[in-house]
């Protein structure tokens, strides 16, 4: 399958995001798909005077944040193709998806109810619009994989393997 079939995941920086990285990378590995993390980015009100480079770069390296933390780097024997896109999230996300046999992963939203209602749920707006599957991952099941290991000194459970 690797190659047609595609692992998108959404990444913010947050420890939400990191679970969906997580699940995501275990994803691609049992099923020899391409991994696509997606950073997205756009010029807000209170970036300023920024210029857009300095916020693309920036969305770049939240990417390789997120994998240092995960993994200690990228991992390897995966297919990734990092895409930085200057959209909301939940656009980005939809705009990467080719098909139906994709695989889109969320780290599952943490912000208030009204923050929420204020901005919209990237979540949402995925499950309406993504054309394939659309998991949500809460920060819960990445510490729950990694409480064990954490526990007992044991290597953690790299490439998501059960």
């Not at 200057?86 to 889109?104: I, K, N, S």
């Not at 619009?129 to 290597?155: D, F, H, I, N, Y």
Request: one cysteine or more; charged letters at 20%; glycine letters at 10%.
């Amino acid at each position: 399958m690797t190659g047609t079939t595609r692992v998108i995941v959404g990444l913010s920086g947050s420890l939400s995001s990191l679970a969906a990285l997580y699940h995501a990378v275990g994803e691609a590995a049992r099923s020899e798909a391409v991994l696509v993390p997606v950073a997205a980015w756009n010029a807000g009100e209170r970036d300023g005077l920024r210029p857009l480079s300095e916020l693309e770069h920036a969305a770049r390296r939240r990417l390789d944040i997120a994998f240092e933390q995960a993994y200690g780097g990228y991992p390897s024997g995966l297919v990734i193709h990092p895409l930085v896109v200057r959209a909301d999230p939940g656009p980005a996300l939809v705009g990467a998806v080719t098909g139906p046999e994709d695989l889109l992963v969320l780290g599952a939203a943490t912000r208030r109810r009204f923050d929420r209602l204020r901005h919209g749920s990237v979540a949402r707006h995925c499950r309406h619009r993504a054309g394939c599957r659309v998991v949500e991952v809460t920060p819960s099941a990445l510490l729950t994989r990694l409480e064990l290991p954490a526990r007992t000194g044991a290597p953690l459970p790299l490439l998501g393997r059960a």
